[in-house]
């Protein structure tokens, strides 16, 4: 079956960088993307980017780019996403999700979630 | 980017009726790339609906999408206790992938 889990909770101090791994099993890893998204608490889902585990093409989502990078690792058939230079307001629940290879897409399987608490 | 708008905000309804959730898009995108999540409290998203219309594997069909261009429907034909959650669309159409805001659907 398929199953992504994720890394555990992090708590960073304001301008730190958190790395979060995404480890998948039960398909082909390299014949789909993976996309992050975030919840922040009591709030809605909020796109973060995809990339493609095939070939490592990615698609940010604007108001991140610059501090965000997304990476696969294929041997491992684990995702990852750093986000750096973090503030109080990137305090949320951060979730992989499995989506199709070539870019946009629904995404079918979810991760656990990873806390990433931001606090000086 | 494509701003979604979810209505009603929160849904308060018997087990056993009809529920029906809007998804309104602020422009067409890919005609038919829009998708329709539950989230439990504690619980990671869990996809419905993909294509407006399919039904996931495993969705009872209770669940149906509807829907074209701006305008999409969620329905829930008879709702069961454990169907009371927040639902979430979500366009995958146009770059960036943008989700709307949720709507809560309660016990009343």
């Known amino acids: 079956q398929v199953q992504l889990v994720q890394s555990g909770a992090e708590v960073k101090k304001p301008g730190a960088s958190v790395k979060v791994s995404c480890k998948a099993s039960g398909y082909t890893f390299s014949s789909y993307g993976i996309s992050w998204v975030r919840q922040a608490p009591g709030q809605g889902l909020e796109w973060m980017g995809w990339?493609?585990?095939?070939?490592?093409?990615?698609n940010y989502a604007q108001k991140l780019k610059g501090r965000v990078t997304m990476t696969t690792d294929t041997s491992t058939s684990t995702a990852y996403m750093e986000l750096r230079s973090l503030r109080s307001d990137d305090t949320a629940l951060y979730y992989c999700?499995?989506?199709?290879?070539?870019?946009?897409?629904?995404?079918?399987?979810w991760g656990q979630g990873t806390l990433v608490t931001v606090s000086s | 980017e494509i701003v979604l708008t979810q209505s009603p905000g929160t849904l308060s309804l018997s087990p056993g009726e009809r529920a029906t959730l809007s998804c309104r898009a602020s422009q067409s995108g890919s005609s038919r790339y829009l998708a329709w999540y539950q989230q439990k409290p504690g619980q990671a998203p869990r996809l419905l609906i993909y294509g407006a219309s399919s039904r996931a594997t495993g969705i009872p069909d209770r669940f149906s999408g509807s829907g074209s261009g701006t305008d999409f429907t969620l329905t829930i034909s008879r709702l069961e206790p454990e169907d009371f959650a927040v639902y979430y669309c979500?366009?995958?159409?146009?770059?960036?992938?943008?989700f709307g805001q949720g709507t809560k659907l309660e016990i009343k």
């Open positions: 990339i493609s585990a095939y070939n490592g093409d990615t």
């Open positions: 979500q366009q995958y159409g146009s770059s960036p992938d943008t």
């Open positions: 999700a499995r989506g199709c290879d070539g870019g946009s897409c629904y995404l079918d399987y």
